[in-house]
């Protein structure tokens, strides 16, 4: 009969220091000003780690496991529990009910990978500062795997939390956003190494300065190399603006140069969709009959079925070629079928409804859809060409929730524009980097996002909004992002933002740099975690062979 294992206990002082670091870590992606903390924050935490770590056998293991747990699973269950919220589609009792599986959900699928990072890492028998990079390094590769994929949704990256401390995460442009990660948790593991250092034995500080001094070189250097890496421009804002927000003008060291106005219509996909048109296309004429514009964009989901249908497309031409603006405007395609509700007349081109009720009859009746950008060229004419995104919200826009699926495109979105080639990213696409880093390579000089957020809590869009900055700094383009009901802003390849505020409607103006550089990011993109887990593994392995040929040699 086989012996009842004893239960293994880690006390409750650890447990709670472990969560409430993790918690504590959460909460700044909810307040930008003190996200800066998240440096430091999980330094007790992963005192705690490597000072279990450093055991052996099923014991240790099994403790370090549940501190991982206790530190892993709160942040991202906290991280989630304010911002992930959805408000439409459902009765609110049931919307609640969505909210916390969903919660949940994210929590695990993000949650499992960081927990099994930090298990392996803080176990392996290495000299601290290697360690230290180890732990870093097995993080960002956990992260990494949230980018990538068709379930991929990247907000809650490590970095994500300093899109305001513009000076930390420059080195973007070098690395990607990524690397931002790694370098916190490189620094706070560093610092968790040193108190582990000093407490061993106080009256020998110098491993514990040294491991100090090496968390210091890691700050400053992050901020020293992003601030000669990153191009300058004048300063554009740093924070939301009033309605009606206008850029102020780039140096003339900018180079070219793109007057963009963006519409922000404040309608959702739940209204009809011919008052959506309608109410953007006035303030469309209001913007440009105020000013000499190169491109006007108009947000996702408001021309819906633009062409096939004969009185929008009118409407549309009319704007761009009275006012000689290229207009980019996103609405859903059909790709084969007849949509239900779409008419040529000037009665209306979604037919009676919401969006969401032609959208779902439309599926019903075999049509299958696109969720795509179009382009007005200043002539008056409809580019034959449209972009189709090709990363589609996971469960959101493939028919598992919805009454109403979207199939996915298979090419990079590039517009020819008279002022420059523009790159159309779709809402959600712009958080996931290399989507938007394949756009740049297809040529794109100006990135563009017309979104639709409505759906979303106001955290989530900010956390959205905050992906633009990084998006700019990583591409050295101007990424200009156009939402239904906010947030509506332009990021600059500085890092320096201007947008408006949620939920009215506005319209805001700026003038952007039109670049057609590579950086280092574009370039290689997360080449570098290849190359860092390379070096890792054959380090890794020829201390085992030196181990055992010392092991060998006594014998």
Known sequence: MKRKREKIKVGWRRTAVCAGSGALGAACFYVPDAAFLLWILPVPALALL????????????????????????????????????????????????????????????????????LAVGVRLKLPAPVRAAAVALLWTVAEWLTTIGPFAFPVRLFAVSQWKFVAAIKTSSLFGQLFISFLMVFFAALLALSYNEWRKDALKRRPAAALLIAACAVFVINIAAGSIATRNFADSGDGLQGTGATAPELSESAGRTMRIAAVQHNQPITDDDRQRFERACEQ?????????????????????????????????????????????TGGAHRVSGEPAGEQTSQTGAGGEGSGLVNLGKARKDGVLLENAVHLFTRDGGMSAYYYAKQQLVPFFENGNIQKFSFLSGDERGVFETSSGRVGAIVCFESVLQQTVRDTVLSGAEVIVVPSNDAYLGEEIRRMHLSQAVFRALETDRAVVQVATNGITAAAYPDGSLVSVPMNEQTMLTAVVPVSGSETLYVKYGNLWILVCGAL????????????????????
């Open 536 to 555: 890792l593994a054959l380090y890794i392995a020829l201390s085992h062979l030196r181990l055992r040929r010392k092991t060998l040699l006594a014998a």
């Open 50 to 117: 490597f000072a279990e770590g450093e055991g052996s056998g099923r014991d240790s293991r099994i403790r370090v496991i549940k501190l991982v747990a206790a530190f892993t699973l709160p942040f991202f269950f906290c991280s989630y529990l304010v911002g992930f919220t959805i408000d439409v589609y459902f009765p609110r009792p049931l919307m609640l009910l969505l909210d916390l599986a969903l919660i949940l959900v994210a929590t695990l699928v993000q949650g499992l990978p960081q927990m099994v990072a």
């Open 284 to 328: 469309a004429r209001s913007i440009l009959e105020s000013g000499d514009y190169d491109l006007l964009v108009l947000p996702e989901s408001t021309a819906q079925f633009v062409r096939s249908d004969k009185y929008m497309q009118a409407r549309l031409s009319d704007l761009a070629k009275t006012f000689g603006t290229d207009i980019i």
